[in-house]
């Protein structure tokens, strides 16, 4: 069985950082994307920095500049640097993984159960 773990949310003001941390465990045969999503009261779930094999990273445009998604392969752990924090980054924040759990399996979705991430301003 596979489990997605997040950590590292909390309050911070506005202009601050937040690093949270994402750690997949279990099954595992491999891994190709791993991602951070958001999503705030009231709006959509969005992505916000995905770090795909081959060491490919992509940003929403409302972070570029003040997030950095980082990974290691050999840990299976992927972490979101975020500075420069704004109220509207306000939100619960979710590390994404495409996982297969053997080599005769498909990737799979996996999702973390989220941590909050709140800017004062």
């Known amino acids: 069985q596979v489990q997605v773990v997040e950590s590292g949310g909390g309050l911070v003001q506005a202009w601050g950082s937040l690093r949270l941390s994402c750690a997949a465990s279990g099954s595992i045969f491999s891994i190709s994307a791993m991602d951070w999503y958001r999503q705030a009261p009231g709006k959509q779930r969005e992505m916000v920095a995905r770090s795909a094999p081959g060491r490919i990273t992509n940003y929403a445009d409302s972070v570029k500049g003040r997030f950095t998604i980082s990974r290691d392969n050999a840990k299976n752990t992927v972490s979101l640097q975020m500075n420069s924090l704004k109220p509207e980054d306000t939100a619960v924040y979710y590390c994404?993984?495409?996982?297969?759990?053997?080599?005769?399996?498909?990737?799979?979705?996996?999702w973390g159960q989220g941590t909050q991430v709140t800017v004062s301003s």
């Open positions: 994404y993984a495409q996982i297969r759990a053997s080599y005769l399996a498909d990737y799979g979705a996996y």
